[in-house]
């Protein structure tokens, strides 16, 4: 190699120093770290005093601010899949969706459902040093299928489109719709496994949970939220350690607006969100729909039971994978539900510390991208947040966002 090669490496490297660096594993924090990025991924992490900095490194100071590994959404939904205009799904707002996530620190979404070539394409290009906006992994459509034969003609077409995960709901919507039957979810399952997939599955109920979980699911997309979690679905879930994604924030959004909710006033919202969904929000007639909307009040209370549930989950060893349902529909804020879903789990009775892990670490590994994201650590894509204040303290400090890398590029917000 000549000597203008070797400049011209040097030139792609990157050392970060001086932050406090909370890597996403369960080690203690380093104080006066230095990351060296090498074509977007770590090459090295550790305390400054042991670690060279190669000459002609591009310097770039963080001290006093604390850095966590950028955070992952387990359960989002990307390109606008159910828009409040009904489905304007597109690769623009594929991408439009992951720079939003991105100015909030999100720097990896799950997209779980309404999914279609575009997202996979976004997915399939974003293994660069150049990258500057959220990654993606996704779902296809969210499968309906209405015999075992097709279901197992549709978890084949989501093979085809090379989906990272399968994903059905198994709901009655509050008793409104028809549930699917299980022989139904069982043909998907089992097609899926036989195809080395996984399935992802949105529920509402206990039963179906145990029901789910027995059948062979890989992954709980949303809370139980009819009754109390109970020593039965916490021992199937541990048993194959299948994660739980709380999506409270889901739950919010659907009797939050019947007046202005505090958020509304809150700059680090206002200063990505999309100005015209929120008016559409405040209008009065909307906000009184929802007001004597049956539904909004039941969703309510069972926001209280989910709550409970993740605590006791949680406390009982099973792993959480934060998630929000954000992207689908409007009134879930991306990027902005991602970090109030945060401070949700702590005010739920989980520490700081396990907050962070289930939106990071474990979020990453619930989904099998934990090879690439959700920690820093040599090997893995320069995705992190650089914050004005502790997380370990009180994971609201998330939002005092001092800046956002991906790749470690600098996210321009
Ligand atoms: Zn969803």
Redesign the pocket.
Known sequence: MGSADVAAQSQRVKAFSGARVIDGTDRTPIDNATILVRDGKIAEIGPAARITVPSGAERIPLAGKSVIPGIVNA?G?VGDTVGLQGNRYSAENVVRDLRLYADYGVTTVVS??GDQAPSFAARDSQRTATLDRARIFAAGPVLEPKSADEARKLVADDQTMKVDIVKIRVDDNLGSTTKMAPEIYRAVIDEAHKRGLRVAV?LFYLADAKALLEAGADFI?HSVRDTDVDEEVIGALKRRNVCYCPTLTREVSTFVYASEPPFFSDPLFLKYQDAQTIAALKEPSRQDAMRKSASAQRYKVALDVASKNLKKLSDAGVTIAMGT?SG?PAGRFQGYFELMEMEMYQRAGLTPKQVLAASTRDAASCQKIGGEVGTLERGKWADFVALDADPLADIANVKKIDSVWIAGNRVKR
Do not use: C, F, K
């Open positions: 359960h939904h779980l459902g949105h997309a349902d689908a």
